[in-house]
């Protein structure tokens, strides 16, 4: 084993000095296992980072890769187009709802969003409504950590030492409700809160605002399903004013609700849905932008001359290495039914996680489709015995992701009904001596 020099890196989202004392790295990974420098065997709960549903180290995505950056490295996009990105753009668009077919390539779930409140503003100036730029979103929302999404985010930490950031944003409460405690599931009880948009209005107004931003089910915060009617209740106000309606859903595209996005799953159609993470099988950087063509059309018929009609874009938007890597990713998904898979096995993880709930230090669980949360009881200390249990877990042998004092359950599609098992009995174990 190598002693590594902890000098120089500086790591994100992590207290660095803990991790100094305690570092956990991870060498090698295979199917829903990755392996430490001791080649200590870790199951992996969360699919890397929501990033990898069809198992780690796909050798059909590593050889595309490969065969794509043998072939053709990088083209400048902006002036010289590669054909996998057209491709790819085709083959999502057949997996997103109807009508939201023009995709705008990007390299990650921050990007998409910076991009999305982006192409907002360039519909309604292109209409000739560019009064209309305020946006609304939602307290214990994440939509990344560029300042856009900073400032539609509600994530305390993430937000206290930026000041305003993106000005004119307001947030909706958020939608975990005691009543709704240990609902898995869609809760009963809190439709009412998407009439906070409404509110909103009647502050602000319609024609000033742009955009209503929403993640179908809130994953970074805690796994925050929506309460019943709640999104199509959003979608209503939205059509009632004017307003865009926009999916983030970094997180539960590709199968993690058991359909090909969550609009498809709650039967809500978004005007914009912002997508990343499994979208290559976690191998490759990569985000996207799905848009109702009418608004693609809208700004594109309104520019004149030959200048863009979007000044917008990256030096790596689609990248061929990551083009490729998700084709090959769509073709496993397709090929694997991976979606139905998860589809049939969310009972398992669900009633699994409702298990959870006889311990008396978890206050509340939660969950829908491929994706579960949990609530430690609260200590003195906030955030604490989160960041203590997912050290425990990962001596225990499982990786499993921990905001604060909330858990979050995400296994892979590939995982085997026996495979959930294991991983919750290491997790009952470990919480059973809290
Ligand atoms: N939006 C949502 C809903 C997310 O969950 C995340 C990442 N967890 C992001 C945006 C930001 O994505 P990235 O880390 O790829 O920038």
Redesign the pocket.
């Known amino acids: 084993m190598s002693t590594l020099n902890m000098d120089y890196h500086w790591l994100p989202f992590t207290n660095n000095k803990e991790f100094k004392a305690n570092p956990q790295l991870i060498v090698r990974a295979e199917g829903i296992h990755y392996y430490d420098q001791q080649q200590r065997k870790i199951l992996d709960a969360c699919s890397g ?2 990033t990898t549903p069809a198992g780690h180290c796909r050798p059909e995505i590593t050889e595309a890769v490969s065969k794509q950056l043998a072939t053709l490295d990088f083209t400048p996009h902006f002036l010289r187009a590669n054909p996998a990105s057209f491709e790819l753009a085709e083959r999502i668009a057949e997996l997103t709802p109807e009508n939201l077919d023009r995709i705008f390539f990007v390299n ?6 910076e991009t999305a409140i982006k192409i907002a503003y360039a519909f309604f100036a292109a209409r000739g409504d560019g009064g209309k730029q305020r946006l609304v979103s939602r307290e214990r929302a ?4 560029n300042f856009g ?1 900073v400032a539609l985010s509600g994530m305390v930490k993430n937000r206290d030492i930026y000041g305003a950031g993106l000005p004119g944003v307001a947030h909706m409460r958020h939608t975990w409700l005691a009543e709704n405690s240990n609902t898995l599931g869609e809760g009963e009880h809190g439709i009412e809160l998407a009439d906070d948009l409404l509110r909103m209005i009647q502050l602000h107004g319609a024609q000033s605002i742009a955009a209503c931003f929403v ?1 179908p089910i809130a ?2 915060t805690g796994v925050l399903v929506p309460p019943k009617g709640y999104l199509q209740r959003l979608r209503q106000l939205c059509d009632e004013h004017d307003i865009l309606l926009v999916f ?1 859903e ?2 539960t595209g590709f199968g993690r609700t058991g359909a090909n996005f969550a609009a498809d799953s709650f039967d809500v159609t978004p005007d914009i849905i ?1 997508m ?2 499994a979208i290559t099988n976690g191998a490759q950087p990569m ?1 996207a932008v799905a848009v109702r063509t009418d608004i693609y059309d809208t700004v594109i018929e309104a520019a004149p001359g030959v200048a863009p009609e979007f000044f917008h874009g990256y030096t790596w938007s689609c990248h061929p290495a990551a083009c490729a890597a998700a084709l090959a990713t769509l073709n496993i998904y397709r090929d694997e039914s991976l979606f139905e898979r998860a589809r049939a096995l969310s009972p398992l993880l669900l009633d699994a996680v409702a298990n959870l709930a006889e311990l008396d230090i978890i206050n509340d669980v939660r969950g829908y489709g491929m994706l579960a949360g949990f609530d430690l009881a609260p200590c003195e200390q906030p955030g604490r015995r989160g960041a203590q249990l997912q050290l425990d877990l990962f001596n225990a042998g499982l990786h499993l992701k921990t905001t604060g004092d909330a858990g979050i359950i995400a296994p892979a599609f590939v995982t085997t009904p026996q495979q959930i098992e294991q991983m919750f009995e290491i997790l009952t174990k470990v919480l059973k001596r809290y």
């Not at 994440?142 to 950590?145: E, I, N, R």
Request: hydrophobic share 35%; no cysteine; proline share 0%.
């Open positions: 980072l929501f990650s779930g921050s990007e998409a969003i994440y939509h990344g950590v999404g993640e994953g970074s983030d970094v997180i912002t990343a993470k985000g």
